[in-house]
C-alpha cells in the first residue's frame, strides 16, 4: 500500500472549484487555458519536466508536423510568422506549445515530475452510479456538497524521489489528458518460444527508440539488419531513417500486417485534401453518426461521388507511387482508410529508398520469433527475416493507459466498456463515471482542433450554460457511434476518428453550446471552402 499524505482539502464552500488536470501535453495545456478562463482553480500534474507531451522528448529526428501547420494550431494563437515550415519539424513545434503555454499564463499552474499514479471517486459506489439516471446523480458538473462525497483524490508520485509514497490532492473535477499515442506500448502477443525471449539480437519498440535521441538512434541501426513491424507512420519514419543510416548495403525490412494508403503531400490530384475531405460539402458525401434522415438519404443518393473521389485518388496513388510493383496495394479503400485516421503521410523519397534497396516491404498477418529473426506468414512460405535488430513500430494502448490510472477495479472495467474504443459521450465525457473528462481521445486529420473544441465545451458545461442528456441517452449515442466507427473503418479500427465529418461533429459542439456553427462568410464559400481551426477563433466570446 502507498503511503499517502492528503493535501488541497478545504471546508471553504466559497473557493473557486478545484479542478485536476492529468498531463500538460497539448490537450493539458488547452484544456488548463480555458479552466483557467472559467475561473476555476486548475493544478496540473505532468510526469515530465516540460510541456508539450510527444513533442517535447518523444520523437525522432525527422519528425515534422504530419498536417500543414494551418491546420495544427490553436485557434487563437497563430503560429509565428518566423516558422515559415508548412509542416514545421518537431523543434518548433515543442516551441510553439511553450509559447502558447506562456502566453496564457498556464506554466505557474503546472506541478511537473508529478505523475498520477492513481485516481479514486470518494463516496460514490458503484451501485449508486450504477442508478442514476442523470450524470453524476445530480446532473450537475460537480457533485455533492457532503464533504465526504463528489470528490476525487489523485495520487501522485513524484518521479525524481524513488520513494513510493505518493502525495493524495483533493479535486472536484479530473480532466485525464494523459495522450492515446504516448506511455503505453502496444507489445503483440506471442505463444511460447516465439517471442522476443528466443531471439538473440536487440528488440525495441519504437517509444523505446525514439527516447533515444538522434545520435543513439543513428548508432543503434547503424551497420544492423533491422526489421521494423508496423505500417503506419512510425514505422515509415524509422524506415526512413534506416534507409538514411544503412543505404542498400544493410537493408531494412519493414513486415506489414496490413497495407495502408500513404501520401506524398497534402495535394492529390492537384487539389488540396482539404477540398476533398475537409469542407461541409464533402461531409454531405457520407454518413454520420447518429445523422437524421434526411443527411443519410443525401449520403447514399451521393455515394456514387464519393467511390468515384476514393477511385480517383487511389488510381492516381498507383500512378505516382510504385505500389503495385512492391506489393503495396492497400486492400481497404482510401475512403476506409482516411475514415478510420489509417492513412499517413510520406516521408521525402520514401519510396526512391525502396527502389534503390534500401527499404524492403514484406507483407504477413501474422509474426513470430526465432533466434535469428522474424518468422513471417506460416514460416514455410516465407523465409525468416534475418535481423540483428527489431524495432516493433506496434503502437499504444492508450486504452489500457487510461484504464490502469483508476484505482477501483470497477471504474477500470467500466472506462474501458465492452469494446477498445472507449465508450465517450462526445468522446469527452463517460456517462457512468462522474466529476470526470477525458481530453484527447478523439481523432481527426488535426487532432489539435479536435481537442480544443472538446475543451471549450467541457468548460462551458462546468460552468453551467448546458446540461448533459440523460445517462442512457449518452450510452445510447455511445453504442450508436461504436457500431457507426467500426462499419466505417472496414470492421477493425480501435479509432474514434472523426477526420471526414469533424464539421459535422463541431456543429454538434457548438449547437450544444448555443453557438453559431456556421464559421464562414458566404453560403458558397461555406459549402466548399475547407474548415480549419482558424474559422473557430473567439467561438466562446461569440
Ligand atoms: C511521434 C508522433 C507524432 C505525431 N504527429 C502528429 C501530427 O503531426 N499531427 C497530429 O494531428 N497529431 C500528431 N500526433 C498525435 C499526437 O499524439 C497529438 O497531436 C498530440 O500530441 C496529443 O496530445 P495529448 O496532450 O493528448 O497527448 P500527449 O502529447 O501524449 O501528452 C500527454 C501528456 O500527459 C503526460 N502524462 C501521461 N500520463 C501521466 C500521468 N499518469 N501523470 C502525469 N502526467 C502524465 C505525458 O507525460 C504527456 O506530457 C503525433 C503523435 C506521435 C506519437
Ligand atoms: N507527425 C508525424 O510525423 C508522426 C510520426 C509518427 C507517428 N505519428 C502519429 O502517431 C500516432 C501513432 O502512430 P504509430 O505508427 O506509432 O501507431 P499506429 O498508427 O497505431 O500503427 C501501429 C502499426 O502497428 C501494426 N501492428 C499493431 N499490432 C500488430 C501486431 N500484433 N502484428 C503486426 N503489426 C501490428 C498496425 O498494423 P494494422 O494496421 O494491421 O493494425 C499498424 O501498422 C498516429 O496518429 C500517427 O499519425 C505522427
Known amino acids: 500500500m502507498h503511503k499517502c499524505k492528503v493535501r488541497g482539502a478545504s471546508n471553504n464552500m466559497e473557493r473557486r472549484r478545484r479542478v485536476g488536470i492529468v498531463g500538460a501535453g497539448p ?7 480555458y479552466v483557467l478562463e472559467k475561473g476555476f482553480d486548475p493544478i496540473v500534474f505532468e510526469s515530465e519536466n516540460d510541456v508539450g507531451g510527444i513533442w517535447s522528448s518523444r520523437t525522432i529526428a525527422s519528425t515534422k508536423l504530419q498536417n500543414s501547420k494551418g491546420t495544427y494550431r490553436f485557434t487563437d494563437f497563430p503560429w509565428p510568422e518566423s516558422v515559415q515550415e508548412v509542416n514545421p519539424p518537431h523543434t518548433e513545434v515543442l516551441k510553439y506549445m511553450k509559447a502558447y503555454a506562456e502566453h496564457f499564463g498556464i506554466l505557474q499552474h503546472i506541478k511537473f515530475h508529478s505523475k498520477v499514479v492513481g485516481i479514486d471517486c470518494v463516496g460514490e459506489s458503484l451501485e449508486e452510479m450504477k442508478s442514476w439516471v442523470v450524470w453524476g446523480g445530480n446532473g450537475k458538473p460537480f457533485g455533492s456538497s457532503l464533504p465526504s462525497k463528489g470528490k476525487w483524490q489523485v495520487r501522485v508520485q513524484d518521479v525524481r524521489s524513488l520513494s513510493i509514497e505518493g502525495q493524495v490532492y483533493e479535486v472536484e473535477f479530473v480532466i485525464l489528458c494523459i495522450g492515446l499515442y504516448s506511455g503505453y506500448p502496444n507489445i503483440p502477443d506471442f505463444p511460447p518460444n516465439q517471442g522476443p525471449e528466443v531471439f538473440k539480437g536487440r528488440v525495441v519498440h519504437s517509444w523505446d527508440y525514439s527516447a533515444m535521441g538522434s545520435e543513439k538512434a543513428a548508432e543503434f541501426v547503424k551497420g544492423k539488419r ?7 507512420k512510425t514505422a515509415i519514419d524509422i524506415a526512413a531513417e534506416c534507409a538514411k543510416a544503412n543505404g542498400p548495403e544493410f537493408p531494412c525490412s519493414m513486415v506489414q500486417r496490413t497495407t495502408h494508403w500513404t501520401i506524398p503531400s497534402e495535394t492529390l490530384l492537384g487539389i488540396n485534401i ?5 469542407n461541409r460539402f464533402s461531409e454531405f458525401l457520407i454518413h454520420k453518426p447518429g445523422e437524421s434522415l434526411l443527411l443519410s438519404l443525401l449520403a447514399t443518393f451521393l455515394m456514387p461521388l464519393r467511390w468515384g473521389i476514393s477511385k480517383m485518388i487511389e488510381f492516381y496513388l498507383r500512378w505516382k ?3 503495385k510493383k512492391h506489393g503495396m496495394v492497400p486492400e481497404l479503400s482510401f475512403f476506409q482508410d482516411v475514415s478510420s485516421c489509417h492513412t499517413c503521410m510520406l516521408p521525402d523519397k ?7 534497396g534500401s527499404i524492403v516491404i514484406k507483407k504477413s498477418k501474422t509474426i513470430s520469433f526465432c533466434e535469428t529473426g522474424i518468422v513471417i506468414g506460416d514460416g514455410r512460405l516465407e523465409p525468416v527475416v534475418e535481423a540483428d535488430v527489431v524495432i516493433l513500430a506496434t503502437g499504444y494502448r492508450g486504452d489500457h493507459k487510461l484504464r490502469d490510472i483508476f484505482d477501483s477495479p470497477a471504474l477500470q ?3 474501458t466498456g465492452a ?15 462522474p466529476q470526470l473528462a477525458v481530453i484527447g481521445y478523439a481523432e481527426s486529420l ?4 479536435a481537442t480544443e473544441i472538446r475543451c471549450q465545451w467541457l468548460v462551458e458545461f462546468l460552468a453551467g450554460k448546458f446540461e448533459l442528456p440523460s445517462v442512457s441517452k449518452m450510452e445510447e449515442e455511445v453504442r450508436v457511434w461504436e457500431k457507426f466507427l467500426r462499419r466505417h473503418s472496414g470492421g477493425k479500427s480501435r479509432r474514434a476518428c472523426i477526420s471526414n465529418f469533424h464539421i459535422w461533429n463541431n456543429d454538434q459542439f457548438c449547437k450544444d453550446m448555443g453557438l453559431q456553427s456556421r464559421r464562414k462568410k458566404g453560403f458558397l464559400r461555406d459549402l466548399f471552402m475547407p474548415y480549419g481551426p482558424a474559422d473557430y477563433t473567439g467561438l466562446l466570446a461569440d
Open 413 to 415: 472495467k467500466t472506462i
Open 226 to 232: 533491422v526489421v521494423i513491424v508496423g505500417s503506419q
Open 446 to 449: 488535426s487532432s489539435l482542433s
Open 27 to 33: 490537450s493539458g495545456l488547452l484544456a488548463c487555458k
Open 321 to 323: 507511387l510504385p505500389l
Open 274 to 278: 482539404g477540398f476533398l475531405y475537409l
Open 419 to 433: 469494446s477498445s474504443i472507449v465508450p465517450l459521450y462526445r468522446q469527452v465525457i463517460h456517462p457512468r463515471i
Open 350 to 356: 520514401f519510396y526512391d529508398r525502396v527502389e534503390e
